[in-house]
Each structure stands twice: as structure tokens, then as C-alpha cells.
């Protein structure tokens, strides 16, 4: 009985650890992958209100830059 008890805590330990670890999982993979949405709303927005000017290829070397910036980030 005592082992059959023993056996039953470890189980619902685990069970308790993978929930939680899939969890954390789950919260910074939505994290990452909301970045690249959040970017592309900021520079929509800008170029929407005339802040940039899409046609300039300057931008697009910035816009580049930002977005490697980002991944670097989020690799650490």
C-alpha cells in the first residue's frame, strides 16, 4: 500500500511539472510569435500616417535591421 501511494505522488508530481512546464512553453512561444504581427502593425501604421515613405529603400534596410534586431532578442 505504502509503495502503491509513493507511486501515485510521483505520478501526480510529474504530471503537475509537465503541465506547468508546457504552460511556460506555451506563454513565450506566444510572446515571440506575436512580434513579428506587432511590427508589421507599427510600420503599417506609420506609413499609413505618411511617417514613412514606403518607396524609400532606406526603409527597407531599417526594417531589416529591426527585424534581425528582434530575433537576436528572443534568442536569448
Known sequence: MSFYNGQKAISELATELESQASDRVDQHLDQYLAIPH???TI???AIELGAID???LRLWALLLDANAYFQRLWLY
Open 38 to 40: 506587432q511590427i508589421d
Open 43 to 45: 510600420n503599417v501604421r
Open 54 to 56: 514606403p518607396k524609400d
